[in-house]
């Protein structure tokens, strides 16, 4: 019998279902289907354009 496994958002470890904790990179494990896909929001890099266009909307 195979336990399930929850992934990691942050690092992308396979840890048991049970665990609160990444045994990988230690950030908190979070049940997948209580949060949303948001690839938009993984990206960690802006270039100078989309810089540009967020300071328009924020309006720094």
Request: glycine share 2%; aromatic share 2%; net charge positive.
């Amino acid at each position: 019998m195979s336990e399930e496994k929850i992934k990691c958002l942050n690092c992308k470890t396979e840890n048991n279902s049970d665990d609160s904790y990444c045994r990988e990179c230690g950030a908190e494990l979070v049940q997948q289907d209580l949060v949303p896909e948001q690839p938009h929001l993984r990206k960690k890099h802006i270039n100078a354009k989309e810089l540009k266009q967020i300071k328009k909307t924020v309006k720094l």
